[in-house]
């Protein structure tokens, strides 16, 4: 049976490491500082924000919370962002994703100065990762860096194979997996013969959203499975994009949804706003 990594608990540890540094900052008179806008009324989006404030107050960062409506302009979100580039006491900046059809989020995130863009979705971030330079890295792939880390999973060397393409996950995560000296291969829609490129995954990481779809014929025994589609089924259950019943008896580790991947994101990108203030000085 394979170990369940446990990604509430890793998160848990990794936000009281943070509130512990930041109760630090605070005695030296430094207070860390998230701005997080939301544009409309997106049900799910309205969840992520929510918690991303719980988050902050748990650590002990001050959180704005900007909710604007549905219909406002795109100057009016840049002329947003821009002020708070502008501000002294902000230190991290985050657009919720995704935006109402008529805001581009192109120009919207090329906006975020890059040293506040704790997503870290800006090009400059993306570029300096794949070069490997200091950058903000997207949150669920870092997560999944420190959810493999702290279980013991070594990296280096292992065939590391990723199912999904996106610029959130795949690609940084790509990039990531290439600086812990894994070897990759990132697939997606067009792949052919996906399940036997799947087969050959010491890590497999499945970010492709649909639910249930990586079985067990997609998996090597004892390979390691992150698994970060979430999705609500019917009976409101949770479930990911892997078949969990089926593979956990063959894989080697395996992330749970809920409670795997999911708790790791916002933990780092607690850890990118904490970041923030340091490099700010
Ligand atoms: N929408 C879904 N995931 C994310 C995320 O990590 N950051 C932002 N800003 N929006 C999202």
Redesign the pocket.
Known sequence: MAIRIDGKLISAQIKDEIKEETARLKEKGREVTLAVIQVGEDPA?SV?VGNKKKACEYVGFRSLAYELPEETKEVELLELIQKLNESSDVDGI?????LPKHLNEDTVIATIAPEKDV?G?HAVNTGNLWIGKECFV???PAGIIELLKRTGITIEGKECVIVGRSN?VGKPMAALMLKENATVTVCHSRTQSLKDVTKRADILIVAIGKPHFITKEYVKEGATVIDVGIHRLEGKKLCGDVAFDEVEPIAGAITPVPGGVGPM?IAM?MNNCLEAAKRKG
Do not use: E, N, W
């Not at 985050?94 to 995704?98: D, G, I, K, N, T």
């Open positions: 989006s992520y985050l657009v919720q994703l995704p997503d979705f997207s949150c669920t959130i994101t990108l």
